[in-house]
């Protein structure tokens, strides 16, 4: 079981970019699926949530109407739609899968890509 982030990149003030979640040995719309990121000296934070089944999404404050949490069952991957992007919004992107079973969850982080914003 593991979850492959892709998509990150370098990007100038006010564009957008898609980063992507695969996962891989399992389900996505079985678990709870989430984009994390960690600047520079920063704490990791949590951006967007999707829950079990997609049939809803949390957001932070820093990126509601900007950011758009999805999944594709198709493809087995979840995305990160970011549009309107700003400096502070670099950091490493991370997606997290929870995953429950038997009575317990089980935690699996991707490593990262790197989202630069900058002219």
């Known amino acids: 079981v593991h979850v492959v982030e892709s998509g990150g990149g370098l990007v100038q003030p006010g564009g957008s970019l898609r980063l992507s979640c695969a996962a891989s040995g399992f389900t996505f719309s079985s678990a709870r699926m989430m984009w994390y990121r960690q600047a520079p000296g920063k704490e990791r934070e949590l951006v967007a949530a999707?829950?079990?089944?997609?049939?809803?999404?949390n957001y932070a404050d820093s990126v509601k109407g900007r950011f758009t949490i999805s999944g594709d069952n198709a493809k087995n991957t979840v995305y990160l739609q970011m549009n309107g992007l700003k400096p502070e919004d670099t950091a490493v992107y991370y997606c997290r899968a929870i995953l429950l079973s038997g009575g317990r969850e089980y935690i699996y982080w991707g490593q990262g890509t790197q989202v630069t914003v900058s002219s």
């Open positions: 999707l829950s079990i089944g997609g049939g809803s999404t």
